[in-house]
């Protein structure tokens, strides 16, 4: 079953038109199933925040930035989450 939260991904919505290959797969990767799409990092600060808009569109399901993107417009929150999953 594919993650309920798929239509609301901002993630997806917005970068599926430009990079289909890297956006197909992490459909594939996080999207498919219950089980891979509860390792997606937005799905989770969304049910953490309950508000998907504070999630940066660039924030990949990974949790880091899209190529070609940094963390410059991302929240104070956001910094500190993605440094505590991949610095800290």
Do not use: A
Not at 15 to 35: D, L, T
Not at 64 to 76: E, F, I, Q, V
């Amino acid at each position: 079953m594919e993650c309920e939260m798929i239509g609301q991904c901002e993630f997806i919505n917005h970068y599926q038109n430009q990079n289909k290959i890297v956006i197909n797969g992490f459909i594939n990767k996080y999207c498919k199933s219950k089980e891979s799409s509860n390792k997606c990092i937005r799905k989770r600060l969304m049910s953490i925040l309950e508000i998907n808009n504070k999630i940066p569109i660039n924030m990949m399901p990974n949790g880091l930035c899209y190529p070609g993107t940094d963390k410059s417009k991302w929240s104070n929150e956001m910094k500190k989450y993605y440094f505590i999953q991949n610095e800290g």
